[in-house]
């Protein structure tokens, strides 16, 4: 059997049976066939990120009150000791571009997304998976509900998996609106357009082509009718204003001055022009925000991602902008951004030539955004090809809306590789930098790109920072920033190499670490004890933690308790739970009395997370379908553009749940589908449920 390529392929689907009628299997890497009867209640569809659903990453702690110990609002900690901005994924090997030259950032991607997986001598994609984490490898045990599980595909279609933001004013955000807000931009004097050269309407459909790559020349010349410096400058503005895709230069041509157009991110035979200098800035309202404000739909594009294509584009850096949250690629997503000193005419015109992407919503506003300011997220999700019957499904949902799911961390925080992000962050936690530096850096089993298994390689053969860097055709990942470090300050300076990784990397490492203990912790609280609050339960009062007596616990439900993640600045259950928290640690070795590092920002706080979530704002539908590619989410561009939404038959060969749902940050959609259907999300099972039909 073949491996996979291009990220493990593009996507992954697999079918599981249910009550013993088997379902055709789509194929991967060229095997077919069909399932035998296993207890796996859903038929999963994804990239191989899988599950990337979690929106705020890190925890959030709070200020200490009265001498109390610290606690966390609702919506659950950002975390520790400086409260840092955690603005990536989990770690593993995420890429970020901290620190690198972002006029490279898009060729660079591209280059990752070229790379394949490397040779697996004929293993199967589940073989290669088995050395990966299961739930139970990161405590997450428990059910809420007891209703009967039931099948179903989720991301057949990335546009199955809806996610729109809710901002602090607890409005769910829509892209509604395209137009540029009416206001007279002021423009210093010297800058006014008169006798300009104004681009005739056949130029402008040739530079619209040239920026859209639809004419097969590459450059498009216009000629200066009066050759003066101030005529030239007016149409170099004038195109890059109009097409922001574009990029200009001067060209002598028998005597006669053309400005040349050409696509900035183009073809390689472009790759010579000399790049143009930094923009000039121009004067800015004194009454205008300095930051413009504006909705930002996506289409199969992580934040960041979009991030750096939009600043490509504009010409800017990447931290010109500013946003709450960070949202899932595989999925369509709406959410607020704020850009810094871009005017709304620039930004709208992007509309013109990104794919997959709108912008609109556009207001001015004098502060940017920050992580963490949202209230959450509203989630339309469909499962496609569901098996069970209309009592199941209503049975689960009710049980959804009314009980709501355990707020465990998901697997994407704990990484897809061999090696747990938390067993780096143990060991960050333990001193024990020679075991952080093999962790990240030695040979692991399973699939992985290719480039990566060849550093790998080389450093567990050489131990040569500078060789195995050599390997990595992209330097920004977590290994290539550990051995750029390494080979800087040598081996005997582990700590100062890996601060060469982003802080916010870093501290993932520690805050998974946080996440397996409390995913076991409130697996085995609610062993325990069950969903009802018992004497030695913590709760919340007035922002601090407070231990239950056996008369309170009686006043109060499972949905106010609340569990520490482990830090100098919490305090544990009273019953024997917070024992255990104990005996965790130490087997660990580590000291539950004192979580304070060496190095300041290793340094764990703690905070405090609800053992249980109920979403709000929940509906379902049943709905039925005979096409598997239709679509079957309305979504803002659809109405935007006046298309029909989905019209959903009384019978169909298929059959779908559509659900709405509304969550808080930091909080995993994914368990509460896994909550739905009753099943066990990680990869690693899937795969092994799975090979019946692979082999």
Not at 279 to 294: A, D, M, Q
């Amino acid at each position: 059997m073949s491996c996979l390529t291009r990220r493990l392929g593009a996507r992954v689907v697999i079918s599981f049976v249910h009550q013993g009628a088997p379902f055709a299997a789509p194929s991967l890497c060229g095997h077919s066939g069909t399932f035998k009867k296993t207890h796996s209640p859903l038929l999963f569809c994804s990239s191989v990120s899988w599950w990337c659903l979690m929106e705020e990453p890190g925890p959030v702690s709070v200020a200490v009150s009265g001498g109390e110990k610290r606690a966390c609002p609702d919506e659950e900690p950002k975390h520790a000791n400086k409260r840092p901005r955690v603005q990536g994924r989990d770690v593993g090997n995420e890429c970020t571009n901290e620190g690198d030259d972002e006029e490279k950032l898009l060729e660079e991607e591209q280059e990752e997304e070229e790379d394949t997986v490397a040779e697996c001598d004929g293993e199967t994609f589940a073989e290669m998976m088995k050395h990966g984490l299961t739930e139970q490898d990161v405590g997450i045990l428990k059910f809420v509900s007891d209703h009967e599980g039931f099948s179903g595909i989720l991301k057949e279609r990335y546009s199955d998996f809806v996610v729109h933001e809710i901002n602090k004013e607890g409005k769910i955000l829509q892209l509604d609106d395209l137009s540029v807000p009416v206001e007279a931009e002021e423009v210093p004097p010297d800058e006014q357009p008169t006798k300009s050269q104004v681009l005739t309407q056949e130029q402008k459909e040739q530079l619209e082509a040239l920026q859209l790559f639809k004419n097969k020349e590459d450059t498009v010349a216009i000629e200066v009718a009066e050759d003066t410096k101030e005529n030239r400058t007016l149409l170099h503005r004038e195109v890059k204003t109009l097409f922001p895709g574009l990029e200009t230069k001067t060209e002598e041509r028998e005597g006669r001055k053309f400005i040349v157009a050409y696509h900035a991110a183009g073809k390689k035979a472009l790759a010579e022009v000399r790049p143009p200098p930094a923009p000039r800035k121009h004067s800015w309202p004194k009454n205008r925000g300095s930051f413009c404000h504006c909705v930002l739909y996506k289409e199969n594009k992580d934040t960041m991602d979009a991030i750096n294509v939009l600043s490509k584009f504009l010409r800017v850096r990447p931290n010109v902008f500013s946003y709450m949250g960070t949202k899932d690629k595989r999925a369509i997503t709406v959410q607020e951004i704020a850009v810094l000193k871009i005017s709304a005419e620039r930004m709208a015109h992007l509309n013109k030539c990104l794919m997959n992407f709108k912008l609109g919503n556009f207001s001015y506003k004098k502060h940017p955004l920050k992580l963490g300011e949202l209230q959450g997220n509203h989630f339309t999700v469909v499962l496609r090809n569901i098996t069970g019957s209309d009592e199941q499904v209503q049975q689960a949902m009710t049980s959804l809306r009314d009980t709501g799911f355990i707020n465990y961390y998901g697997m994407q925080r704990f990484g897809t590789t061999a090696v747990p992000t938390y067993q780096v962050g143990r060991a960050i936690l333990q001193n024990d930098w020679e075991e952080v530096m093999d962790l990240i850096l030695k040979p692991r089993p399973g699939a992985e790109k290719g480039y990566l298994v060849r550093c790998r390689e080389e450093w567990a053969q050489s131990q040569d920072p500078e060789a195995a860097l050599k390997k990595l055709p992209v330097k920004r990942c977590v290994e290539g920033q550990l051995l750029r470090g390494l080979a800087k300050y040598g081996k005997k300076n582990i700590i100062t190499a890996f601060g060469m990784i982003p802080r916010n990397n870093r501290l993932m490492y520690i805050h998974s670490y946080q996440s397996y203990v409390w995913n076991t912790m409130v697996s085995k609280r609610v062993e325990a004890f069950g969903l009802k609050a018992v004497e030695g339960d913590l709760v919340l009062k007035g922002g601090t933690a407070h231990v239950l007596n056996a008369e309170e616990a009686e006043n109060h439900s499972i949905h106010d308790v609340v569990m520490p993640l482990p830090g100098f600045d919490v305090i544990y259950p009273t019953h024997h739970v917070g024992k255990v928290y104990r005996e965790l640690l130490s087997a660990d070795n580590l000291d539950i009395d004192n979580m304070r590092h060496k190095v300041r920002d290793y340094s764990l706080a703690g905070a405090y997370r609800r053992v249980l979530i109920r979403p709000q704002d929940v509906s379902w539908q049943l709905i039925h379908y005979n096409d598997p590619r239709v679509p079957l989410v309305h979504t803002d561009v659809e109405k935007l553009e006046g298309k029909p939404a989905p019209v959903f038959l009384k019978e169909g060969k298929y059959r779908a749940l559509k659900m709405e749902f509304s969550l808080p940050p930091s909080t995993y959609a994914t368990m509460a589908i896994r909550e739905v259907l009753k099943m066990d999300t990680s990869i690693k099972n899937q795969t092994q449920l799975n090979t019946t039909w692979l082999n």
